[in-house]
């Protein structure tokens, strides 16, 4: 069964030290990675997906289909990348649902 | 563009009464997801449309919730009767139709309606 893990509910990390948010997942299709990010008082939103192959706000994430886990990184940490964050999972070639984890919420220290 | 629209924002219920979310998605998106995220948990979907047509509807309690889209724009979503157990925020988004499902388009969410079942 599809199956999206994020370990941690709440990561605390000073302002310009490195990030790194978990996500594992289960799955035997051709898995299609998301991260969804939600700040205070605003919309749940895509921040990226793994075929974009893309920085957004100085977040990367790569899929490692040996560990099955897709962490979203950043080198540095800023205060308004306070917020939650979440990891999706879908199939990349068949009619499947999406299936969310249960969020991390990130906090950055001043 | 305007965003996704729901209302209301806020509702507070009790247990057996009926409750009816409005969802308006973004113009000229196909495809349009509700999903009830319980506090703690990330969202998980309820019902998926293309168009006016359901795609999914396996996470749907079909006892107590329905959801239509008919004319393939706004939709709303009504559970009939409320339990306890319902509380959370129900999210709607849409998104542009690609390929057969659309399911990997870029989802765009509304600000949710928060139902509190006492």
């Known amino acids: 069964a599809q199956r999206v893990t994020q370990p941690e509910k709440l990561l605390s990390v000073f302002k310009g030290a490195p990030v790194e948010l978990k996500c594992n997942y289960s799955?035997?299709?051709?898995?299609?990675l998301f991260w969804y990010v939600q700040y205070s008082r605003q919309r749940l939103q895509l921040l990226l997906r793994?075929?974009s192959r893309e920085s957004i706000k100085g977040f990367t994430a790569d899929l490692n289909k040996g560990e099955t886990s897709f962490h979203l990184k950043k080198p540095f940490a800023q205060e308004e990348d306070s917020a939650m964050y979440y990891c999706a999972l879908t199939d990349m070639n068949r009619d499947d649902k999406i299936i969310f984890g249960k969020g991390t919420r990130l906090h950055i220290l001043p | 563009e305007a965003g996704v629209a729901q209302s209301p924002r806020y509702k507070i219920i009790e247990k057996r009464q009926s409750v009816a979310f409005w969802c308006n998605p973004i113009s000229g998106h196909a495809t349009l997801y509700w999903y009830q995220q319980i506090l703690g948990q990330g969202p998980k979907l309820l019902i998926q449309f293309q168009n006016n047509g359901v795609v999914d509807d396996s996470q749907l309690p079909k006892d107590r919730f329905s959801a239509e889209r008919l004319k393939g724009v706004d939709s709303t979503l009504k559970i009939q009767p409320a339990k306890l157990e319902d509380s959370a925020v129900y999210l709607c988004a849409s998104s542009l139709q690609a390929g057969t499902s659309g399911r990997w388009d870029t989802q765009y969410f509304g600000p949710g309606t928060r139902l509190t079942v006492l």
């Open positions: 799955y035997s299709g051709s898995p299609e």
């Open positions: 793994h075929i």
